[in-house]
């Protein structure tokens, strides 16, 4: 079977975060700020780069999600806070993954 | 549909999924079931702290970094394997790391990681409650372990400690976003590697 329309690798965007050291050497603990309220995930190492000292997690752009300047992502792993891998993103916290 | 020995071997070669780390050379050897696949330990477990004085809320914030300070790393050898005591909970992830990707215009896989009837014997718990590897997932596995047997149980690296079920996913995770439909390659946006490439070369 062969599913149509899905998000391919080139979807992939860099989503500004921060992350320290997880629970596992390959592990990273990844805390986004929404507007001041903080969600985290665990996420494997290699998904997180640095650039000019800011942090990014590798993620699914998804699309529009009708909120103005928005962008739903899926995320690598469900966080602790919402218990879900889909998330409303500003725009601006995005970055195109090469 | 859960893919047997023959078809993980099949869809691996064709790059479907990935299991890194895997050894294998036949299907109908070791570490295949006939429709499962094996898994072994990686060199790491965590032991969370269990005389925390906090009492969790998941919509704090947080919650990731503090279940990172609140635990010990532990690197496990031959020589020096983990003992899981009796009624002990520890995490562990498998040696291998595996990927489920999304792709455009091609069947899509998740799985299922599940404890080895040999361990269960034991009374060991390789996971509980969070067995599913979701599409567009990628690293190692993370095990939730616990002893409820009587006995004290040795966790050595690399030993087979799970398997993993592969199933089809049937339909669409998501749709694409429209203003990627039909693209492929991405433009327009600012990359950190591009960037980051670009000031190298100045």
């Known amino acids: 079977m062969v599913n149509k329309g899905m998000p391919a690798a080139s979807h992939q965007v860099w989503l500004s975060c921060k992350a320290q050291h997880g629970m596992f050497s390959s592990e990273r603990a990844v805390e986004i700020d929404l507007d001041g309220k903080t969600i985290s995930l665990f996420a494997d190492e290699s998904l997180i780069k640095e650039y000019l000292g800011n942090k990014y997690l590798l993620v699914t752009l998804i699309g529009d999600n009708g909120e103005p300047e928005h962008k739903t992502v899926l995320l690598p792993s469900e966080c602790f806070e919402t218990g879900w891998r889909w998330l409303s993103i500003p725009e601006r916290m995005l970055k195109k993954a090469a | ?202």
């Open chain 2, 1 to 202: 549909m859960v893919l047997s020995n023959v078809d993980i071997v099949k869809a691996l070669k064709d790059g479907a999924f990935k299991i890194e780390g895997l050894e294998y050379s036949e299907p109908s050897e070791k570490p295949f079931n006939t429709s499962a696949v094996d898994l072994r330990l990686g060199n790491e477990v965590t032991v969370p702290f269990s005389d925390v004085p906090v009492q969790l809320d998941l919509r704090k914030g947080n919650i990731a970094k503090l279940w990172a300070m609140h635990s010990k790393q532990i690197t496990i050898t031959e020589d020096q394997p983990f003992v899981l005591k009796q009624n002990q909970f520890v995490l562990a992830n498998t040696f291998e790391k595996v990927s489920f990707p999304l792709t455009p215009d091609a069947q899509c896989y998740s799985a299922r990681v599940e404890g080895k009837s040999s361990l269960a014997r034991c009374e060991v718990l390789i996971h509980f409650t969070a067995p599913t590897i979701h599409s567009g997932w990628y690293g190692p596995i993370t095990l939730e372990m616990m002893n409820l047997g009587p006995m004290e149980f040795l966790l050595f690296p690399k030993m087979y400690i799970c398997q993993l079920i592969v199933e089809e996913v049937s339909g669409c995770p998501a749709d694409a976003p429209n203003q990627f439909k039909g693209q492929k390659s991405p433009a327009g946006q600012v990359t950190p590697k591009s960037a980051e490439t670009r000031a190298s070369e100045k």
